[in-house]
């Protein structure tokens, strides 16, 4: 899945940055947390 993919499939479930960092994003939805590598690190399909 594309980085991008996945940021668009949290934000659409209610989940929002919390905080951008160099090793990665952290997205949560206020319970969890998942943070998110930069493009490089991306998961591959």
């Known amino acids: 899945m594309k ?8 934000i659409d479930n209610g989940w929002w940055l919390l905080r951008n960092g160099t090793n ?3 997205y949560t939805n ?3 947390s998942e943070p998110i590598p ?3 690190k991306s998961m591959k399909s």
Do not use: A, Y
């Open 3 to 10: 980085r991008k993919d996945l940021i668009k499939k949290l």
């Open 30 to 32: 206020g319970i969890k």
């Open 38 to 40: 930069p493009i490089e």
């Open 24 to 26: 990665h994003d952290l």
